[in-house]
């Protein structure tokens, strides 16, 4: 079994062909310690600037696939290589984590959990505020600043969740099916304002969803992952010009991408009883 | 609260405060006001029968004095009953000082190393099970009596704190956990800002729970020295009028216990809801 490792940016540079990748994962697995295999090998190349969707039935691997490129777990074997450049600004992070869960912490106000990532990177105060009132501007939180999570919505907490993750201005949004608890008005808004999000900030985003609607309407690039263990199965590039709006949601060109999207798919969970 | 749900951007509608629920019906407040009010009336039937049943029977105030026997006692014997409820409540207050820091300072010990936890538990718990009132006439061999009053309060009451904070503490939060280790927080930051705030609650809880025991810790052993310490904790005036059939002096005594005890577990729930009133689903409204 390979040696499982973590590059950096400065070796995966000097690898011919790598230019503008920013996550790269070469045959990853991972089994856990209960014996069960969750994932790969799994190869998956995302460049600068994208937007990609893993989409697949639950249980094949696609959070996983998520928590190993945030570093939260170690592949069992395989390599996963994420560009980290050198922050500009004091307190930055090259990757923030949107959880399925908003995941605020309830015993304090929107503002002190936006600001947590820059005080445990220990930005001055100062400084501090004025990244935080950019990141409540940005997700329409600025009058909330003083609410308790308990006091907000599902799609308000969430926004809270968006906007600390992007406090830090990290280069890579990772997002594990954060929209899923939400109901179905609340999630176009949110996802309508993801999307402007990405096209003024130009982040890289990984979004990790088990719709079909969601992944064609927001990625640019689909990848449909089989189950148990998950692996790659087919990518659907979604080319459609930006910016994209409610007319959109209610194209053909938008049913019918859908349509192929299901279609990939079919394999994934076609041998699964039941589900 | 349900109109905010779905309207994220409706700012004005959010400063009312999700505590306004207690104003409900009149029907509603009628009702409060009768639970309130029934345990008093019950007291009050309890003290007309009691001193009934004496006045009828002509009881002797050394077999059982009425209500007002001890009340007159209380007031007449005011100076020493004071200083002794001082002393018994100044033992109760350093016992639950040392069994707060002693629990909570184990329970972090413990959540930093497994080793230590797996090595000491085993102790923490014989030390609770083992009855306190076994253990004071040893402790009042080998330590100053003052010391081994404290000691027993102590071992009575960190029990419930390392026990609740050790419970806070593991239950963190595993995503939350997840975005500390992320932004590469430092041991002592996951701690201080994630840690013991999610612990505070179940803390708190353990506090509560000790607070009592501390009163118990420090009567049983001022019971057990008796009439050879030099002590003048209630529960040792207690036992000294009862060798000299005081009876409504250790009426009085057994009194000013209980109200203490009342008194330290109010004071203790006032300052769990005021701390956790903002956030904590314990400390809200049921209709919120």
Not at chain 1, 221 to 239: A, K, L, N, Q
Request: charged residues 15%; hydrophobic residues 50%; proline residues 6%.
């Amino acid at each position: 079994m390979a040696e499982p490792a973590i590059l950096s940016e400065a070796e995966s540079r000097t690898e011919s062909g790598s230019a503008g990748l920013v996550v790269s994962l070469r045959g990853v697995t991972k089994v856990y310690d209960s014996g069960v295999s969750a994932l790969g090998p799994f190869d998956l190349d995302v460049r600068k600037g994208e937007f990609v969707s893993l989409l697949g039935p639950s249980g094949c691997g696609k959070s996983t696939a998520l928590r190993l490129i945030a570093g939260l777990s170690e592949p069992t074997s395989g390599t996963v290589r994420v560009s980290r450049p050198a922050v500009a600004v004091s307190g930055g992070h090259s990757i923030g984590f949107v959880f399925q869960e908003p995941t605020l912490m309830p015993w304090t106000s929107v503002r002190e959990n936006v600001r947590l990532p820059l005080k445990l990177a220990h930005v001055s105060a100062a400084q501090a505020n004025a990244r935080i009132d950019e990141a409540l501007a940005q997700m329409a939180l600025a009058e909330f600043a003083d609410a308790y999570p308990r006091e907000l919505s599902g799609g308000m907490k969430m926004r809270v969740s968006l906007a600390r993750a992007l406090v830090t201005d990290p280069d890579i949004l990772l997002m594990d099916e954060p929209f899923a608890a939400l109901d179905e008005i609340t999630r176009f808004r949110l996802n309508n304002d993801l999307l402007a999000l990405w096209r003024n900030l130009r982040k890289t985003v990984i979004f990790v969803t088990h719709s079909v609607f969601e992944s064609v309407y927001l990625s640019q690039r689909v990848v449909v992952m089989t189950s148990r263990p998950g692996r790659f199965g087919t990518e659907i590039r979604i080319d459609v010009p930006e910016p994209r709006g409610e007319e959109f949601r209610t194209s053909a060109e938008y049913a019918g991408y859908c349509r192929m999207v299901s279609n990939a798919l079919v394999p994934s969970y076609a041998g699964q009883p039941g589900s | 609260m349900n109109s905010l749900r779905n309207s994220p951007l409706q700012a004005s509608s959010l400063q009312a405060p999700a505590l306004s629920a207690g104003s409900a019906t009149p029907d509603s407040r009628a009702l409060r006001l009768v639970r309130i009010l029934l345990p008093f009336v019950v007291l009050a039937v309890g003290i007309v029968a009691w001193e009934l049943v004496v006045r009828l029977n002509d009881i002797p105030p050394y077999v059982l004095p009425g209500p007002s026997a001890v009340f007159r006692t209380l007031v007449g014997d005011w100076g020493v009953l004071s200083q002794s409820l001082l002393t018994t409540l100044l033992t109760t207050l350093e016992g639950f000082v040392a069994a707060a820091v002693g629990g909570i300072g184990l329970a972090l010990l413990f959540n930093q190393s497994k080793w230590l936890e797996y090595s000491l538990f085993p102790y923490a718990v014989i030390l609770q099970v083992t009855p306190v009132i076994a253990i004071a006439p040893l402790l009042l061999i080998y330590l100053p009596q003052q010391t081994a009053v404290i000691v027993c309060a102590w071992i009575v009451g960190f029990f419930p704190v390392l026990s609740n904070t050790t419970l806070g503490l593991n239950s963190v939060d595993r995503n939350l956990a997840g975005l500390f280790r992320l932004y590469g927080a430092s041991p002592l930051q996951t701690l201080c800002y994630l840690k013991l705030p999610a612990a505070l609650p179940f803390i708190l809880g353990g506090l509560r729970i000790a607070g009592g025991l501390s009163l118990i810790g420090a009567v049983v052993a001022e019971i057990a020295a008796g009439s050879a310490g030099a002590g003048s904790g209630l529960a040792y005036r207690i036992a000294e009028s009862g060798y000299r059939l005081n009876i409504p002096r250790m009426f009085a005594a057994l009194l000013l216990l209980s109200v203490a005890g009342i008194v330290i577990y109010g004071l203790l729930a006032l300052t769990s809801h005021l701390v956790l009133r903002r956030w904590h689903e314990s400390a809200l409204g049921k209709e919120n």
